[in-house]
């Protein structure tokens, strides 16, 4: 049926790129090649913006990164085969962050099938792992309504990965578009809120702790809850604990913030309000020595097969987490109770808080030569504006980093996330800066790496520096994975005979040029070696608009964090 009469013929790439931008999936990252190249073309003729990537995991890692900015779905575009498995570590890390992205698969031709195509490969199959969708259109009619259940899925329920495979003999054939089933834009997803009766139940165990703790998640972030939840969190008088990207939702310079204090609140509250987080390895499994073994749980999720993991939830409140603030805190103002500041517990977070900082500034004025950790970062968090976003991997320097660069607003941190993903961070800048800048924002992207860290994709500087974009990259060396040696001792250990048989396994080429690697591709590159070429360099890329940098900060090798109170990863008894 056609209103006009007129025959109009459309190829596939331009269903698949209509489509898309029909759902409001405005951003495609990819890598081009046979079978995809028209549906990069495709998808700008159709005013999607396209970010050209040097690999396809680090093009996903970037199209998840913007689902989790802006609440709707990036495309990653990517080959056959290859293409598609290199995807699959970015498919994988989204679904485990919970964060919607849509995978574009070209592959071999339908008609080959079986015969040993060129990069054939069981696509859809493949991809099934990693995803809560994946699937082929049968038919390029079929192409719009795919791909409108793909980005619904990848938002509705618990948001991840959906897979949309598209043949590679269907990218150029034609159909006439009167022919094509065509599906409007999904809405957001509809909101849930939780059994009033629960909600009663959650506030008088609140009310009933004598040691309460609010946690707020990810979940949290990507709900959009801040504004609620500040109210919440105010009226209440409630300390709480961001986790690692659950930082900015509420400022992590709030009275109430208590993640100086952070074993301590974990160990002794008797009551948790958790929203939006689970409790993973992230939360030491909600469960002892981390935890009071006798501690109630008041679990906010979106899924309910969420409730119940590794503790018993005392009262479990299935919704949506900024609906189901919004109900606790109505449920909060009809008797305007307050748990006041003038506790036991305030006290001793208090008490541990101001120790814990004291202690971070003392590491940080303890370097004698080279920096630590604790030094680079001291003067890094004086000099970032409080609305940059810091995205952050490697393992001290995310840790460490994490305790000492502030976050003010919510998601505007990214980092190795749930999967403990490394190679995460460039995709992830380049994402946030490729938003910033269409969407005429000025808020600044730093990307603070580990050496180790920065290698799995440092390919992408090129990315940044071809679309101009000024992502400020920190990179701190110690010359390895965890810890390096220094250059003397490289030297000595390369006398002293093959290299693969007795350097350490954690060790990288010590004092490497990474800053040369930007400055190969036009941006800025700095070696920093003392406090002063640090501020300076970090001032100068603070002003520089124009083109990412680079700053090399060459620490301490054996540079390591403060005792710890607990093994990482602690987890017996479970
Ligand atoms: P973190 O890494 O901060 O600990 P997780 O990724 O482990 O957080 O947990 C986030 C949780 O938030 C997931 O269990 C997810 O189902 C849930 N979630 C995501 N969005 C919402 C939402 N809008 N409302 C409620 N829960 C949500
Ligand atoms: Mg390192």
Redo the contacts with the bound molecule.
């Keep these: 049926f056609c209103l006009s009469g007129a025959m109009e013929d459309v190829t596939g790439a331009q269903l698949v790129a209509e489509a898309l931008k029909a759902q409001k999936v405005d951003y495609m990252f990819g890598v081009v090649g046979i079978p995809v190249m028209e549906v990069a073309m495709a998808a700008q003729a159709a005013g999607i913006k396209y970010v050209g990537m040097r690999n396809e995991q680090a093009a996903c890692y970037a199209a998840s990164a913007v689902g989790y900015l802006t609440g709707r779905p990036g495309a990653c575009l990517v080959v056959s085969g290859p293409g598609l498995i290199h995807a699959l570590g970015g498919m994988a890390n989204a679904n485990m962050?919970?964060w919607p992205v849509v995978v574009i698969g070209g592959s071999s031709d339908q008609k080959l099938e079986t015969t040993g195509a060129f990069q054939e490969f069981p696509q859809v199959e493949a991809c099934r792992l990693y995803s809560k969708f994946s699937a082929r259109p049968s038919s390029l009619e079929a192409i719009p309504s795919v791909i409108e259940k793909a980005v619904r899925t990848s938002l509705y329920g618990?948001?991840g990965a959906c897979y949309v495979d598209i043949a590679g003999d269907m990218v150029n054939a034609t159909v006439d578009r009167s022919r094509v089933r065509f599906a409007s834009c999904c809405p957001p997803p509809p909101v849930s809120l939780a059994d009033h009766g629960a909600i009663t139940e959650a506030i008088s165990v609140l009310k009933a702790a004598k040691r309460p703790l609010v946690i707020i998640?990810?979940?949290?972030?990507?709900?959009?809850?801040e504004t609620a939840l500040r109210e919440f969190v105010e009226m209440s008088g409630l300390p709480y604990l961001p986790?690692?990207?659950?930082k900015g939702v509420l400022p992590d310079d709030h009275p109430n913030c208590v993640a100086a204090a952070r074993s301590r609140a974990l160990l002794q509250a008797d009551v948790v309000l958790l929203l939006?987080?689970?409790l993973?390895w992230?939360?030491h499994f909600g469960i002892p020595p981390r935890f009071d073994p006798h501690v109630k749980i008041i679990q906010?999720?979106?899924?309910a097969e969420?409730m119940g993991n590794n503790v018993r939830p005392a009262v479990a409140l299935l919704?949506?987490?900024?609906a189901?603030v919004t109900q606790l805190l109505m449920c909060l103002c009809k008797d305007s109770w307050k748990y006041t500041s003038d506790t036991e517990w305030w006290s001793s977070l208090k008490a541990k808080m101001s120790a814990n900082s004291k202690m971070s500034k003392a590491l940080a004025l303890q370097s004698t030569g080279l920096m630590n950790y604790y030094t680079v970062f001291h003067h890094v968090s004086q000099l970032l504006p409080h609305d940059c976003i810091i995205v952050s991997e490697g393992a001290n320097t995310m840790d460490i980093g994490r305790t000492m660069l502030n976050n003010y607003l919510p998601r505007q941190r990214l980092d190795a996330?749930?999967f403990g993903t490394m190679g995460v961070g460039l995709g992830f800048a380049i994402a946030a800066a490729a938003l910033e800048k269409s969407e005429n924002r000025g808020r600044r992207v730093v990307c603070v790496e580990g050496d180790s860290a920065f290698g799995f994709s440092g390919m992408e500087v090129e990315t940044m520096c071809r679309y101009n974009l000024p992502v400020i990259i920190i990179v701190v060396n110690n010359n390895g994975i965890y810890s390096g040696v220094d250059l003397e001792t490289w030297k000595e250990m390369a006398k002293m005979g093959d290299l693969t048989s007795i350097a350490p396994p954690v060790t990288l080429l010590p004092e490497a040029r990474y800053d040369e690697v930007m400055a190969a591709f036009g941006g800025e590159g700095f070696l920093v070696r003392t406090v002063e070429e640090l501020c300076e360099a970090l001032q100068l890329s603070l002003r520089n608009w124009e083109r990412p940098s680079l700053l090399n900060v060459l620490i301490e090798p054996s540079s390591d964090r403060k005792q710890q109170e607990f093994p990482w990863l602690t987890r017996s008894n479970l």
């Design positions: 962050n919970c618990r948001p998640g990810k979940g949290a972030a990507y709900g959009r809850a986790t690692p990207m659950g939006g987080a689970r993973n992230i939360l906010v999720d979106l899924c969420e919704g949506d987490i900024n189901i996330g749930t």
